[in-house]
Each structure stands twice: as structure tokens, then as C-alpha cells.
């Protein structure tokens, strides 16, 4: 269980790039965006630090916090803050998904998982802007067929995230 479980540690520079810039730079990378995950970028919710500033990332699963049966999101993030975990701001998932250009492909040999986070992604832990529950809660990456993608998801509160469903949170 955290801290004593196996985790991904990376250092995030926020501040650095507006939503524009984000798109462009995700035109070069040949990045691609759900629907749900375009909603967000146009929503007058989702901003952009104006301060450069870093941020250390901890990337481990439901299960690594010792929610070895699955949580709600509320549960999720209730326990990562009693680890002295924190939620992001919305713009990690872009820029997590800018600096992690060699994700590999998570889902290869691992059946579809209908209603549930894909094997292979990383859901971004990060504030909900809408308590509307077909406003996108957040972002996720993945790699499916070689393309690199920022989606994002939406879930209601009695949504169960599963103890192998991987998340990114901040050091607080």
C-alpha cells in the first residue's frame, strides 16, 4: 500500500502553455482528443495556470491505496488525501499527456471493459468542474493503435473505479 508500493514519480511544469498552445502542440504530436475531452478544452472551466510552477505526480492504482475492492470517486479521493495525496489542477492531464509521449499500449491481450476505465489508461485525479453529470469529470490518457489520445470521462457519483484502474496524484 502507499507509500510502500510500486509508483511512477514525475515532475509536471504547469504555467507554461495556454489551452491554444496545448492544442497546437498536440497537433504536432499527432495527439488526439475525445469528444468528451473537447467539451472540456472549450469550457470556460477549464483554465490555465498563468504562474510557471512544478508539480510532483505519483501515478499508482485504486488498489495501491488499499481500496483493494474498487471506490466510488468520493472514497478515491478521500483516501488519497487522508496519504497526504492531493488532486490536480484540470490542466495536468494535458500537459501529463504531452510529457508522456512513449505510453505504451496498456490494452493489448486484455478483454473491453465496458463503463470502466480502459486497461492501459491513467485517469488524471483532478477537481470536478460540473457536479452535472454529462459535463466530463476529468481527463484521461492512453495509446490505442499506436495514436496517443487526451480523452475525457465522465462518471456519476456511484461510479466504482476498480482496485487495478491507475490514477495520477499530486504530492501534497
Not at 1 to 4: D, F, K, Q, S, W
Not at 25 to 33: A, N
Given at each position: 500500500?502507499?507509500?510502500?508500493c510500486?509508483?511512477t514519480i514525475r515532475?509536471?511544469q504547469?504555467?507554461?502553455l495556454?489551452k491554444l498552445k496545448?492544442?497546437e502542440?498536440?497537433?504536432?504530436?499527432?495527439?488526439?482528443?475525445n469528444?468528451a475531452?473537447?467539451?472540456?478544452?472549450?469550457?470556460?472551466?477549464?483554465?490555465?495556470s498563468?504562474t510557471?510552477y512544478?508539480l510532483t505526480?505519483v501515478?499508482?492504482?485504486?488498489g495501491?491505496?488499499g481500496?483493494?475492492?474498487g471506490?466510488?470517486?468520493d472514497?478515491?479521493?478521500?483516501?488519497a488525501?487522508?496519504?497526504n495525496?492531493?488532486?490536480?489542477?484540470?490542466?495536468?492531464?494535458?500537459l501529463?499527456?504531452l510529457?508522456?509521449?512513449?505510453q505504451?499500449e496498456?490494452?493489448?491481450g486484455?478483454?473491453i471493459?465496458?463503463?470502466q476505465?480502459?486497461?492501459?489508461?491513467?485517469?488524471?485525479s483532478?477537481e470536478i468542474?460540473?457536479?452535472?453529470?454529462?459535463?466530463?469529470?476529468?481527463?484521461?490518457?492512453?495509446?490505442i493503435d499506436?495514436?496517443?489520445w487526451l480523452r475525457g470521462y465522465?462518471?456519476?457519483q456511484l461510479?466504482?473505479?476498480q482496485a487495478d484502474?491507475q490514477f495520477?496524484?499530486?504530492r501534497s
Open positions: 500500500m502507499y507509500p510502500n510500486p509508483i515532475t509536471i504547469l504555467g507554461v495556454t496545448l492544442i502542440k498536440f497537433r504536432q504530436h499527432s495527439i488526439l482528443l469528444e475531452g473537447e467539451k472540456l478544452f472549450a469550457s470556460d472551466l477549464f483554465t490555465t498563468e510557471n512544478l505526480t501515478e499508482l492504482s485504486v495501491d491505496l481500496l483493494y475492492e471506490a466510488t470517486t472514497q478515491l479521493f478521500k483516501r488525501k487522508d496519504l495525496l492531493s488532486l490536480g489542477p484540470l490542466e495536468l492531464g494535458p501529463l499527456r510529457q508522456y509521449l512513449d505504451p496498456g490494452f493489448l486484455k478483454p471493459r465496458q463503463n476505465a480502459p486497461f492501459g489508461s491513467i485517469t488524471i483532478s468542474l460540473s457536479e452535472n453529470d454529462d459535463f466530463p469529470k476529468g481527463f484521461y490518457i492512453r495509446k499506436g495514436a496517443l465522465r462518471a456519476d461510479h466504482v473505479w484502474d495520477v496524484f499530486c
